[in-house]
């Protein structure tokens, strides 16, 4: 019902920036937040940034600074600014929402993207 597509990624030098983006599309009323997750080889999935209704943020610690999560709600699209890029950064990101398919929902339903590799080099 709902689709997520990234783009954006790929390979970059130590200090240096990319821009993820996602466009949300298919059966959606609202989303009620949106952002990104990675995944380093061997390591844990864990929360970059999201942006909730209303414009509420959450940024991973080692990353507060340096990326910034923006939202287009008219286009059901979000963006990734990652400025300073280090090895660290080195993972798949994946884009994720919780998504309302219709009016007067309780729950939302969550969507993942198909992950888009980002890598920084030394």
């Known amino acids: 019902q709902v689709q997520l597509v990234e783009s954006g990624g790929g390979l970059v030098q130590a200090g240096g920036s990319l821009r993820l983006s996602c466009a949300a599309s298919?059966?959606?009323?609202?989303?009620?937040?949106i952002g990104w997750y990675r995944q380093a080889p061997g390591k844990h999935r864990e929360l970059v940034a999201t942006e909730a209704t209303g414009g509420r943020t959450n940024y991973l610690d080692s990353v507060r600074g340096r990326f910034v999560v923006s939202r287009d709600n008219a286009k059901n699209t979000v963006y990734l600014q990652m400025n300073n890029l280090q090895p660290e950064d080195t993972a798949i990101y994946y884009c994720?929402?919780?998504?309302?398919?219709?009016?007067?929902?309780?729950?939302?339903?969550?969507?993942w993207g198909q992950g888009i590799q980002v890598t920084v080099s030394s």
């Open positions: 994720y929402a919780d998504v309302d398919i219709a009016p007067l929902t309780w729950v939302p339903s969550p969507y």
């Open positions: 298919g059966t959606i009323f609202s989303i009620r937040t």
